[in-house]
């Protein structure tokens, strides 16, 4: 697998796991909600702090028709027009947002949804490109995210295979060098069900490039058992309050528990490790409490050994458990007190 490299940061196999925190549309249109999320994310140790860069106008068109109304239990009862107004981000904030990340020492992410978006990320010097599931199968948006030379991260929500093979060959076509896949389930939220994280390691074997989650489940498991299985990236919607109501606040996590995300994510990269059966240290130390064969009552010399004073107990300090039938039915070779580690020597 081929390793994407975000502002000197490797995303790939054997590379810790990057973390995205998503602020999209919970901001609520409070620039000093959007710089305080910028801050917040710093803290909470993630790699990168995302925004959206689009207007209504460059998603769709005011029109209240059957076409363009939203059957949806959070945002249904409007336009797609109406959602995207309540929930873009203005564009002149985007400059400002970089600057205050560049401040802070944290990557600055930006997801562009026409070729305006991305001229104007190219203007501030975007480190990577993120193409939205919606926009993926645009191919005309993934080839000139992919020409401006930058790492470019696809995400591939609702999209079937051949779509995916779609947009990869149209991003290498058009010269990536650098390009990261998100498997991705475009529901708002996501059911575990739905999920099917096995897919993850297929799409790094299949297009041999770094595969990461892009997550709308509810809590913090489905990300970290993603890691289990492979993921390189994470992306996570969160709020600085979720009590506040946006347009994405209901499938979005809190600062605590998108620092508790990053802590448990950390702790998963140590435990998978590697393929191995060597003991560890520790593990050496507590041999000496494994079960091993004990004389448990009192025996005289020439007395036969039975289940009834020979056991297997712990400690380990007597003939491993195994060699119990062997010693059943000898005799002692001397008077041997309770609580004797059985030897060779006593048999």
């Not at 990057?18 to 609520?28: P, Q």
């Not at 336009?79 to 944290?106: F, H, N, R, S």
């Not at 010693?327 to 001397?334: E, I, M, P, S, W």
Request: charged content about 25%; proline content about 4%.
């Amino acid at each position: 697998m081929k390793t994407v490299s975000i502002n000197n940061r490797k995303i790939g196999y054997n590379q810790p796991v990057y973390i995205i925190a998503e602020a999209s549309a919970n901001h609520g249109h409070d620039f000093d909600t959007a710089v305080q999320m910028i801050h917040e994310a710093k803290k909470c140790k993630v790699d990168a702090v995302k925004f959206q860069a689009y207007t209504p106008d460059s998603l769709t068109i005011d029109v209240d028709s059957a076409y363009f109304r939203i059957d949806h239990p959070e945002w249904g009862g409007q336009t797609l027009y109406q959602l995207y107004q309540e929930a873009y981000t203005p564009l002149e904030w985007i400059p400002k947002l970089k600057k205050v990340a560049d401040e802070e020492g944290i990557t600055f992410l930006c997801t562009a949804f026409d070729k305006r978006g991305i001229k104007m990320l190219e203007e501030i010097d975007i480190c990577a490109h993120k193409i939205a599931s919606f926009e993926m199968i645009d191919s005309g948006l993934v080839s000139c995210a992919a020409k401006t030379g930058k790492p470019l991260i696809l995400s591939t929500g609702m999209s079937n295979i051949e779509e995916i093979y779609q947009s990869v060959s149209a991003a290498r076509s058009a010269g990536v060098s650098q390009l990261m896949l998100m498997k991705c389930v475009s529901g708002y939220p996501a059911s575990p069900e739905q999920m099917n994280l096995r897919t993850i390691s297929h799409m790094q074997q299949l297009f041999e490039c770094p595969v990461g989650l892009s997550d709308h489940s509810i809590g913090t498991a489905v990300p970290i058992a993603s890691v289990a299985l492979g993921a390189n990236c994470i992306e996570k919607h969160f709020t600085l309050d979720p009590e506040i109501k946006t347009p994405d606040s209901f499938f979005s996590i809190s600062i605590s528990d998108l620092k508790k995300l990053v802590e448990d994510i950390r702790i998963a990269e140590k435990a998978l490790g590697k393929v191995s059966y060597k003991l560890t240290e520790d593990e050496k130390k507590s041999r000496v409490f494994r079960r091993s064969l004990f004389v448990v009552k009192d025996i005289r010399k020439g007395e036969e050994f039975t289940e009834g004073n020979v056991k297997s107990i712990r400690p380990g300090y007597g003939l491993k458990p195994k060699y119990l039938n062997d010693v059943l039915g000898k005799r002692a070779t001397r008077d041997i007190e309770k609580g004797t580690p059985l030897r060779w020597d006593l048999v």
